[in-house]
């Protein structure tokens, strides 16, 4: 009997090994069709047909961190929307004829993603700040946001200085969580801050007693508070206060979005300059701030 | 069986030699050393600015994060453990009931990932209360406490049922022939036995605890994991705070197994510290040593 199973064994374990193989470049095979349904999915959707018909030119991943209201979220459905998606399509779609996907990453390790060549540009309202200008090159800005501090209705939190104290939330490597960290300085290290993985996580620990504040970019937070009852703005006069298209709330820092790219892709980056600029100049980027940030 | 002849001869051909098998290992071993050396070497010297490595600021950081995290660990430790003898008890239960709650309590907590979990705890269980009206602040460490601690509880219970489980039948019936009762025959006969059975699974499950504490990250609990994504969103540089990483986590989980270890020749049978070792020395005459 044990003669006559050895073999067998012999037989199964070298079956299992080809299975193995098998499956591991089925795998490896099924991610690279995965890909190309991609692709062709978000060309069709945003109606990139005529990247289509450029053919022979490299699908441009873009890296965001989804969801971020209102720039990249998905509906109930999951298709995925935002102004940082129109614009996406408008800039690599429309002007230059290009197909484009977005891929979902985490926004704290997004920098050395990108340096890693797991996408070639990333449009995640991202911040133009020197600390990152040193890793990546950005385009010319195409938003401004401002730094700005939600609370609840019911907490008596009235100003600035209330923070004081308190525990704050925000996302982890966003300029939020720098706005925090000098707020931190300001008040001689008396405030807590809490850093969640995405920003739905810090308006959770809001709601939930957690954490007293939320420090993050105005417009994201604002379609927060208009979604939220007893959720509102911080009021004061910030940084922004004579700006004439300031919000009327407390404002930390002015900040300006850029879409950012490897420092040796200077000749793209020249290319998606001129497409911001053009959609500037035919409307249709008024078109789009607009739809998502209009009156 | 293969003999010593057969292998000398060779009958299995040159690959089947003992000698040549055995240098084989020791060669492909002595090139991952190296490689693996190389590499570290490598990183070591080229990666890691050992001057933001040793700047206080970052080495405060992280040392806060590791007693934070040695905190959660000890805690939650002593509770799984504890409360998972329960349910392993529950599981050998000869109460029906007592036996399927505890069944599907390890179906699930085993069979639901311990993110899942934490998130239920985290930002579920809050939300049962009205906006910003939920009784405890700095509801994250309590959280992570009470998630690993049901999540790990469940594991435990396994390897106790299946210590007990390994015991031979001969002992529980040997015992309540004795006239002991269950309880007292699974006490004082069993459970012993039962411990050292489930000890080294335990001690495995314990240190997949210390591990699964970087999940917290995800709930904002500033532990270790969460120190090095700030540094290395902060600084743009991960190989430098990873050092601090491996070396806390190492020096957690490795004092952990050397725990385990000496728990386990504690309660070797036979060996002079174990405890049969103790008994036979303790019987056999006066002078001998008190182990």
Not at chain 1, 177 to 203: K, N, P, R
Not at chain 1, 231 to 241: C, K, R, T
Not at chain 2, 147 to 175: C, F, K, W
Not at chain 2, 272 to 284: E, F, K, N, T, W
Request: glycine share 12%; hydrophobic share 40%; aromatic share 8%.
């Amino acid at each position: 009997m044990a003669r006559e199973r050895t073999p067998n064994r012999r037989q199964y374990l070298t079956a299992l090994g080809v299975g193995g193989a098998v499956t591991l470049a089925g795998c490896m095979g099924g991610n690279g069709g995965g890909n190309g349904d991609n692709g062709n999915g978000d060309g069709n959707g945003n109606g990139g047909d005529s990247g289509n018909g450029n053919g022979e030119s490299e699908t441009i991943v873009i890296g965001s961190d989804i969801p971020y209201e209102p720039f990249e979220y998905r509906n109930e459905a999951g298709e995925l929307l935002g102004f940082d998606v129109e614009i996406a399509e408008a800039v690599f779609g429309e002007q230059l004829g290009l197909e484009y996907e977005f891929q979902q990453t985490g926004f704290d390790g997004i920098i050395a993603s990108l340096n890693n060549a797991n996408f070639r540009v990333i449009m995640s309202a991202m911040t133009i700040n020197e600390t990152r200008a040193e890793r990546v090159d950005f385009s010319d800005p195409y938003f401004t946001a401002y730094q700005t501090v939600l609370v609840l209705e019911s907490d008596d939190i009235t100003e600035r200085s209330d923070l004081q104290g308190m525990t704050v939330g925000v996302q982890r490597g966003t300029t939020g969580e720098a706005a925090a960290e000098d707020l931190q300085s300001d008040f001689d290290g008396d405030l807590e801050i809490q850093s969640y993985d995405q920003i739905t996580g810090a308006f959770d620990a809001l709601l939930n007693n957690q954490v007293s504040a939320v420090i993050n970019d105005n417009t994201v937070s604002a379609e927060f508070a208009a979604e939220t009852d007893g959720v509102v703005f911080l009021e004061g006069d910030g940084v922004a206060a004579d700006r004439e298209d300031a919000p009327d709330y407390l404002t930390l820092t002015i900040e300006e979005y850029g879409i950012a790219f490897r420092q040796a892709d200077d000749e793209f980056r020249e290319e998606v300059n001129g497409a911001l600029a053009a959609i500037r100049e035919d409307g249709t980027y008024d078109e789009i701030y607009d739809e998502y940030f209009g009156a | 069986m293969a003999t010593q002849t057969d292998s000398e001869s060779g009958t299995g051909g040159v690959m089947m030699r003992d000698r040549f098998v055995k240098r084989l290992g020791e060669i492909a071993a002595a090139g991952f050393l190296v490689a693996v050396g190389g590499l570290l070497v490598w990183i070591l010297s080229t990666q890691v600015n050992y001057t933001l490595l040793a700047s206080p600021l970052i080495a405060g950081r992280f040392a806060e994060a590791f007693l934070l995290v040695l905190r959660i660990v000890v805690i939650s430790s002593l509770l799984s453990v504890s409360f998972g003898v329960l349910v392993g008890l529950g599981r050998i239960s000869t109460s029906a009931v007592t036996g399927r709650i505890a069944k599907g309590y390890v179906e699930f907590f085993r069979g639901t990932p311990l993110l899942f979990q934490l998130f239920v705890i985290f930002f579920g269980i809050p939300r049962l209360w009205e906006t910003g009206q939920f009784p405890i602040q700095n509801w994250a460490v309590p959280a992570a406490i009470i998630g690993l601690t049901l999540n790990h509880a469940a594991y435990v219970g396994e390897a106790i049922r299946g210590g007990i489980s390994a015991v031979p039948d001969g002992q529980m019936e040997a015992a309540r022939s004795l006239g002991m009762s269950r309880v007292m025959a699974l006490r004082e006969v069993v459970l012993p036995q039962a411990w050292r059975n489930a000890l080294a699974a335990i001690g495995n499950d314990q240190i997949i605890l210390v591990k699964d504490t970087s999940l917290l990250t995800v709930i904002a609990v500033p532990e270790i994991m969460s120190v090095f994504r700030n540094i290395n969103s902060n600084q743009l540089d991960p190989w430098t705070p990873l050092v601090w990483v491996c070396v806390l986590y190492l020096a957690i989980t490795m004092s952990m197994s050397q725990l385990v270890n000496g728990l386990e020749r504690r309660s070797n049978w036979g060996s002079d510290s174990g405890m049969l070792g103790r008994l036979s020395r303790g019987s056999s005459g006066p002078d001998g040593g008190d182990g």
